[in-house]
């Protein structure tokens, strides 16, 4: 589905190819996005999101060199917590695994058409939005859940442990600000018991 123009996306276009920038921009205007900016290099993109702040950037991955789009990526992450797009026209097995370690949001490949990129983006902000939802919500989970004898765990819709109350930290061996970010079959390894119901396996063996 169609963004509407009302409600639209804001886009950072961080690409150092004039022309590229420019196709991406067209498509992104078709779609109903909008554009904050568009960035040849980490200097003008951090310039940027100073001055309009978009809801995620479309990076080139290899920008002006190898390792300039990873190292971009990370700081507006880590710093600015925006969500990235890595935008790539190589080999998924040369650039994917050196880039997956910015931990981008999506990766997208050229040449892609303009559906293509429209649900990309719209999956992205569908995420970051659950993402921000569960954590206005977990101020007040924790304020019940702490409280509780049984274990309660929150994940998030990618499996990532959100919270882990203190009885959830205590059965599974995990300190509660241990297993924040951690994926659920890592910190919630479940053994069966003799009556076939399910348990919770600490590091020590199960519970």
């Known amino acids: ?33 909008a554009v ?8 003008t993109a951090l310039e940027s999101i100073q001055q309009i702040r978009p809801d995620v950037a479309l990076i080139d991955i290899r920008l002006d060199n ?33 880039a997956s370690e910015a931990k981008p949001a999506a990766f997208i490949r050229k040449p892609f058409s303009d559906a293509e990129l429209s649900a990309c983006l719209n999956a992205v902000h569908e995420n970051r939005s659950a993402i921000e939802a569960l954590a206005s919500q977990l101020p007040g989970i924790a304020a019940i859940a702490n409280e509780l004898d049984e274990a309660v765990i929150v994940s998030d819709r990618e499996g990532h442990i959100a919270y882990l109350n ?12 241990e297993a924040i ?4 079959k890592e910190v919630l390894e479940l053994s069966e018991s003799e009556n076939h119901r399910s348990q919770i396996k600490s590091r020590e063996g199960a519970i």
């Open 1 to 33: 589905m169609e963004m509407s123009s009302d409600h639209s996306l804001k886009v950072l276009i961080v690409e150092d190819d004039g022309v590229t920038a420019r196709d991406i921009e067209a498509i992104l205007h078709r779609r109903g996005f």
């Open 36 to 43: 904050s900016g568009i960035a040849n290099r980490r200097e």
């Open 66 to 98: 190898a390792v300039a789009g990873t190292e971009l990526a990370t700081e507006l992450r880590e710093q600015h917590r925006l969500p990235v797009i890595f935008v790539t026209g190589h080999s998924a097995y040369a650039a994917y695994e050196p």
């Open 166 to 177: 203190p009885t959830a930290g205590l059965l599974s061996g995990w300190a509660p600000a």
């Open 181 to 184: 970010g951690k994926s659920q």
